[in-house]
């Protein structure tokens, strides 16, 4: 089995552990699971960027299994690893381990300690996904997955009517941008037998859509919406203006939270 899936599933099953276990499993073994499988998949993450930097590691799509069939429509659940995500993959989970870490003294003694753990490591599962997807349409899967958790982590203390707030606040607010993004991608699955490739794969867009524009396929004007829509979900995820009213009030989370989700991940 390849290392690459153990990086995803791994942070993914130690938030359904610590989410479902709630209170019953304790304060130091969700502390436990979630850290250490955040350590599991940071460790795994180094080699694959050091190969990267070295040079004796090369682009490579792992598949996981066959999602959606339709007619001639075809997506794959695949992760893809090159230089790009080598690069985030150290990023997000060594950023998220030390917060991990950070977070056992600052979240000691709170009620909701093991929620709070498998928020965590949902959101970090949802990022690591989110840039090891092959195609648009898991692209998307994982970005909303993201939005999902920054929502949660946002309004933890939701029994503060201001953080209950925050946290509606920014899952709508970052929800007017992904419309725009979603847009963008209905636009490239209606459209994908343009190219030569499969139209829903990620390498595919990025490198042929110069050569369909060359061929009178898509029109340049197209070209520009799909990027605006595109763009536009990058807006609101991080919180540039005008989509940016979110984030000031989104600091009603633990600290922990703005300092992995504000300041080092997903906005960054």
């Known amino acids: 089995m390849h290392a690459i899936l153990f990086i995803v599933f791994l942070p993914l099953l130690a938030a359904a552990v610590a989410g479902l276990g709630n209170k019953a499993i304790g304060f130091v073994p969700a502390k ?91 959101f970090t599962a949802s990022m690591v996904g989110l840039i090891l997807s092959a195609n648009i349409i898991q692209f998307y899967v994982f970005w909303e997955l993201v939005g999902a958790s920054s929502y949660l982590l946002i309004g933890f203390w939701y029994h503060k009517p201001s953080a209950a707030a925050a946290a509606k606040k920014a899952f709508i607010v970052t929800r007017i941008g992904d419309f725009g993004f979603l847009l963008a991608i209905l636009y490239l699955v209606f459209n994908a037998d343009v190219f030569t490739g499969n139209g829903l794969e990620i390498t595919t867009i990025t490198t042929e ?45 633990p600290t922990p939270v703005s300092a992995l989700i504000h300041a080092a991940t997903m906005v960054a």
């Open 209 to 253: 859509f110069p050569e369909a524009i060359k061929a009178g396929l898509i029109g340049t004007s197209v070209v520009t919406w799909v990027a605006l829509g595109i763009f536009a979900g990058a807006i609101g995820k991080s919180g540039q203006l005008p989509l940016h009213t979110w984030l000031p009030d989104a600091m009603e989370g």
């Open 32 to 122: 436990v699971i979630t850290t250490g499988a955040l350590f599991a998949s940071c460790l795994l993450s180094w080699p694959i960027f050091l190969g990267f930097l070295a040079g004796t590691s090369t682009a490579q799509v792992v598949p996981v299994l066959t999602w959606i069939v339709s007619g001639d429509m075809a997506v794959d659940w695949s992760l893809r690893v090159d230089q790009l995500t080598a690069i985030m993959l150290v990023v997000v989970t060594g950023v998220s381990l030390l917060v991990q870490i950070y977070s056992a003294g600052y979240m000691k003694g709170d009620p909701g300690y093991a929620r709070y753990y498998a928020y965590m490591s949902l």
